[in-house]
Nanobody, 125 residues
Framework: VQLQASGGGLVQAGGSLRLSCAAS????????VGWFRQAPGKEREFVAA????????FYADSMKGRFTISRDNAKNTVYLRMNSLKPEDTAVYYC???????????????????WGQGTLVTVSS
């Protein structure tokens, strides 16, 4: 499966953005999807993940309550809604997929073997 992330941009602190991860391929509904981000000079880190059905989600602690991951398998798209954005949320955001029908979702990067290009989110103070 090939992934295309979009929706990044410049937003003021406290604002919101919705990122999209569009996938090619008819088997997208067999994939769990995760969002990761990499800030300048920092390691890439886990943001959120969703199971193949959308029934299970998992968030990094610092994103809980502010970010919401969802998916529409009919549109082959996963979304990341980001509210109450902070300057420290500035990063390149990547989506990644792993083929699994498990309801358990993971934030471990090496378990994802399909990666899209990133989309830049810049939050100004």
């Amino acid at each position: 499966v090939q992934l295309q992330a979009s929706g990044g941009g410049l937003v003021q602190a406290g604002g919101s953005l919705r990122l999209s991860c569009a996938a090619s391929g008819r088997t997208f509904s067999s994939y769990a999807v995760g969002w990761f981000r990499q800030a300048p000079g920092k390691e890439r880190e886990f943001v959120a993940a969703i199971s193949w059905s959308g029934g299970s989600t998992f968030y990094a602690d610092s994103m809980k309550g502010r970010f919401t991951i969802s998916r529409d398998n009919a549109k082959n798209t996963v979304y990341l809604r980001m509210n109450s954005l902070k300057p420290e949320d500035t990063a390149v955001y990547y989506c990644a997929a792993r083929r699994t029908l498990s309801a358990v979702v993971t934030g471990t990067q090496y378990e994802y073997d399909n990666w899209g290009q990133g989309t830049l989110v810049t939050v100004s103070s």
